[in-house]
């Protein structure tokens, strides 16, 4: 065997699947879906095949032809707690595709099933979330971004719901008994009350952006190839539409950066508070948390970064996760440059300083294990979820900042659209990043030590702070706070959240507990409708004994289901003292439903480690 990934059983000395033909029954009452897929390979094949798959209920393997030719198949007994288990199909001579019946579990890691009570439309709704290594928990795939696809998808949902996909929208019909494709039985597929909807992606993605989601979703147009979705009704939808004015313009600022928009559309869907991600940079239809309308368009940003994410990550892609600062650092310089274009250079200096700080926030989280402040760590055995941080993003916009500073934003310019054209629509490693970058700036290695940047553990010493006005009058307002000096109402006149959030990024942490309150008491920060702020401030709040923000904080994590919020005030209220570890795990234990999988693994984890 050739593995091509260490989270990943895709065996590189064989063909992988290049197209699947997909058919979903969403099963709402049993959070399942009933499916089928016929499986196209990239060149012919014969003998055993290896496929990723995660709690997967396989029934059948069978040939494509007509009439079908059952394929002896196996799922290892014991699944891998990363990897989850090996399908083995044995194909017949020269199989070029071959069609898969199976089932989800309820319990499957990409997807979270609501119950109408959990939303606000009181329709039930599912989405998916396939990043890092989740795909394999809803078809069997070469579940590695080495693996690109192309897919076709039919979506079976009760009849008063609509489904959207990462994808382009073919039709809204009447099911048809020859959809299934074995998927369920035809009376099944085709019962009164369903609807199918069907999706078509023709450019080839890498499976951790394949992406849906169903229920009571409605919409508003915002520009010639822009809308936004939401699931919440009116007020939600009017809300995102304000917020996200303005993308129709980021969109055209990123292709006179980057070069041509390839996806043809750039949606928008606002998912309900449980979504564990800020934002997931599926193409044509970008999934968002709702904590991202702030009413001040600060949101924005977000977007930015998940369009960003259409050139570098959508569009070249990192090869494994070990690989991973490829998308995120890429993009993170990516959004920089458009907040740059649309709100201005003291914004993008903001921006940078809260990365600066979190990125010096990474190396104590990581002090024990420093391999995961390299860009390029060794990840064999590591569930990504489990070590997911700022450093992929954040050192890796640092590595980039450092070469633009070296050979100049023009030269850097030209580069990065060579760069996005040579390798569009491919998933690459980072050392065909690094010959390709010693290929055209040359000399670059004698100017900068590219291995202590991709190999080299901690911050480097050329990496920068920003330099701005605001960000050091932030900065220096943030050091008067260990004498007592709070800022004076005139000093945060014209402050926005995130002014706020750098400002109590950069506190001291062995503040006193009457410092905090005296801060809350004139700005009410632990109120703030911006959880950027809101968070900010809790985490610093808690190690202080303040019982008084106890009901915020647990509201808080009963309310929203973003990871960048659950792993600090899990984490902070996991190193206190007995009274805040037992507040945490009776949260946990009553807000774990609400959560999606992969956040509640993530918050299962911190307390454990922390028990």
Excluded at 81 to 99: E, H, I, K, Q, Y
Aim: with cysteine.
């Amino acid at each position: 065997m050739a593995p091509v990934d260490p989270h990943s059983y895709t065996d590189g000395a064989h063909p992988v699947v290049s197209h699947a033909a997909l058919a979903f029954y969403l099963d709402f009452a049993a959070s399942t879906i009933h499916a089928s897929a016929l499986l196209t390979l990239s060149a012919p094949h014969s003998g055993d095949l290896l496929l990723d798959t995660r709690a997967l209920a396989v029934h059948s393997a069978s040939t494509a032809a007509d009439p079908p030719e059952p394929i002896p198949f196996s799922l290892a007994a014991a699944p891998d707690p990363v990897l989850g288990s090996a399908l083995t199909l044995t194909l017949p001579p020269d199989t070029t595709s071959f069609r898969l019946t199976f089932s989800t579990s309820p319990a499957a890691s990409a997807l979270q099933w609501l119950a109408p009570p959990q939303t606000a439309s009181g329709h039930p709704f599912v989405f998916s979330q396939c990043q890092s290594i989740h795909a394999r928990s809803i078809f069997p795939c070469h579940d590695t971004p080495a693996a690109r696809i192309t897919f076709s998808l039919l979506l079976n949902v009760p009849s008063q719901l609509s489904a959207v996909a990462a994808a382009h929208h073919v039709a809204r019909r009447d099911p048809l008994p020859s959809d299934d494709r074995g998927a369920c039985d035809d009376e099944l597929w085709c019962a009164p009350g369903r609807i199918v909807e069907e999706f078509q992606m023709e450019q080839s993605v890498p499976p951790y952006l394949f992406a849906f989601a169903a229920g009571g979703i409605g919409f508003r147009d915002l520009g010639p190839r822009t809308r936004v979705y939401a699931e919440g009704g009116d007020k939600v939808l009017d809300e995102a539409a304000r917020e996200f004015a303005g993308v129709e313009e980021m969109v055209k600022v990123g292709e006179s950066l980057f070069g041509p928009y390839e996806w043809e559309r750039f949606d928008l869907l606002v998912l309900p508070p449980s979504f564990p991600y800020g934002g997931m940079e599926n193409p044509r239809m970008v999934f968002l948390t709702p904590t991202v309308i702030k009413g001040d368009a600060a949101g924005a940003q977000v977007v930015a970064h998940e369009l960003a994410h259409s050139w570098t990550g959508n569009l070249i892609t990192n090869k494994t996760n070990e690989d991973f600062w490829l998308n995120e650092g890429f993009t993170t310089y990516a959004e920089r440059r458009i907040v740059e274009v649309v709100q201005g250079e003291e914004r993008a200096a903001l921006n940078m300083g809260i990365g600066w700080r979190g990125l010096n926030r990474m190396m104590e989280r990581f002090k024990d294990n420093m391999e995961f402040t390299k860009l390029k760590p060794k990840m064999a055995g590591i569930d990504p979820d489990d070590v997911y941080s700022e450093v992929p993003y954040e050192k890796g916009f640092q590595f980039l900042w450092r070469i633009e500073r070296q050979i100049g934003r023009p030269a850097f310019d030209e580069f990065l659209k060579k760069y996005i054209a040579t390798f569009k629509f491919q998933s690459i490693d980072t050392e065909t990043f690094l010959e390709f970058l010693k290929k055209n700036v040359p000399g670059i290695e004698n100017q900068i030590d590219l291995q202590l940047w991709v190999e080299g553990t901690g911050i480097p010493p050329d990496a920068m702070e920003p330099d701005s006005a605001t960000y050091k009058k932030i900065c220096a307002l943030a050091a008067e706070f260990k004498s007592g000096k709070l800022p004076s109402e005139d000093e945060v006149a014209d402050w926005s959240g995130q002014e706020w959030e750098l400002y109590l990024e950069n506190l001291p942490t062995d503040v006193e507990a009457s410092q905090v309150t005296a801060l809350d008491e004139r700005y009410k920060l632990s109120e703030s409708r911006d959880y950027e702020v809101k968070v900010a401030f809790l985490q610093l709040a808690i190690p202080t004994g303040c019982k008084c923000y106890f009901n915020e904080v647990e509201k808080c994590l009963k309310q929203v289901g973003r990871m960048k919020y659950l792993r600090p005030l899990y984490s902070s209220l996991a190193k206190c003292s007995s009274e805040e570890k037992m507040l945490a795990q009776r949260i946990f234990s009553e807000a774990q439903e609400f959560y999606h999988p992969i956040a509640r693994s993530v918050a299962e984890a911190i307390l454990s480690k922390h028990s």
